[in-house]
C-alpha cells in the first residue's frame, strides 16, 4: 500500500530548462509536505516543503505546488542546474504530529550541460 | 556542528549475529528517527522517539529495538541479523515534527 508515489523513476533536462517533479498521494489525511535531495552516500538534506493550507511555496530556484483536490504535488526547479543532479523525494507527513514521514521511491534527475 | 552522526559508515554481518547502529545528534532536537532505504525504494520509517525516554514502532519495526536515554543518543539494535535486513540505514532528527536533518547513512550487509 504505497500511500506516496512518485510515478516516474528518471528524469533528464538540459542545463537552463526547467524540471517538473512529481508526487502523488493517497491519503487524504496527510497535511505537510517536504521534498528531500540526496545525492550518492550522503543522507537526504531538506529542499522546500508545504502545508495543505497553501497552495504553492517558493524558494529561490525551487517551487513547489500542491492541488489538493487531486492529491497532487509537483516540484519546479528553474533555472536546473547541473548541480542538481541527484535523487529526489517527496514525502508526506501523517498525523499526530510526530514527524513521522512516509516517502515517496524517489526520482532521479540528471540535468545534462 | 556536526549535526547527526552515525556509526559505523559500513558493516557486512553474518546471519543470526547482532549489532548496534549508533546516532548522535548535536542540535539539542528532541526528536528522533530511523528509517532503511532499500535499493530503488523511499525511506520506510522503523522507530522514532519524541523525546528521551520515549519510543514508538514506525512503518518496519519487526527485527529491531531502540532506547533513548538521553537527548543526543538514538542507538539501532539488530538482535538476528537475516538477510532481509540488508539496507541503507538513516538516522534522522528534528527540532519539532517536520523539517528532519538527516545523518549520512550505515550500509548493513548481512549474509
Known amino acids: 500500500d504505497q500511500q506516496v508515489k512518485q510515478n516516474s523513476p528518471s528524469l533528464s533536462v538540459q542545463e537552463g530548462r526547467i524540471s517538473i517533479l512529481n508526487c502523488d498521494y493517497t491519503?487524504?489525511?496527510?497535511?505537510?509536505f517536504l521534498w528531500y535531495k540526496k545525492y550518492p552516500a550522503e543522507g537526504p538534506t531538506f529542499l522546500i516543503s508545504?502545508?495543505?493550507?497553501?497552495d504553492k511555496n517558493e524558494d529561490g530556484r525551487f517551487t513547489v505546488f500542491l492541488n489538493k483536490s487531486a492529491k497532487h504535488l509537483s516540484l519546479h526547479i528553474v533555472p536546473s542546474q547541473p548541480g542538481d543532479s541527484a535523487v529526489y523525494f517527496c514525502?508526506?507527513?501523517?498525523?499526530?504530529?510526530?514527524?513521522?514521514?512516509?516517502f515517496g521511491q524517489g526520482t532521479t534527475l540528471q540535468v545534462k550541460p | 556542528n556536526a549535526g547527526v552522526t552515525q556509526t559505523p559508515k559500513f558493516r557486512i554481518l553474518k546471519i543470526g549475529q547482532s549489532m548496534t547502529l549508533q546516532c548522535t545528534q548535536d542540535?539539542?532536537?528532541?526528536?528522533m528517527y530511523w528509517y532503511r532505504q532499500d535499493p530503488g525504494m523511499g525511506l520506510k520509517l522503523i522507530y522514532y522517539?519524541?523525546?528521551?525516554?520515549?519510543?514508538d514502532k514506525g512503518e518496519v519495526p519487526n527485527g529491531y529495538n531502540v532506547s533513548r536515554s538521553t537527548t543526543e543518543d538514538f542507538p539501532l539494535r539488530l538482535e538476528l541479523a537475516a538477510p532481509s535486513q540488508t539496507s541503507v540505514y538513516f538516522c534522522?532528527?528534528?527540532?519539532?515534527?517536520?523539517?528532519?536533518?538527516f545523518g549520512p547513512g550505515t550500509r548493513l550487509t548481512v549474509l
Open positions: 534522522a532528527s528534528s527540532y519539532s515534527a517536520n523539517t528532519q536533518y
Open positions: 491519503n487524504s489525511m496527510f497535511d505537510y
Open positions: 508545504i502545508s495543505s493550507i497553501k
Open positions: 514525502a508526506a507527513e501523517g498525523s499526530g504530529n510526530t514527524g513521522k514521514l512516509i
Open positions: 542540535m539539542n532536537h528532541n526528536y
Open positions: 522517539s519524541v523525546g528521551a525516554g520515549i519510543t
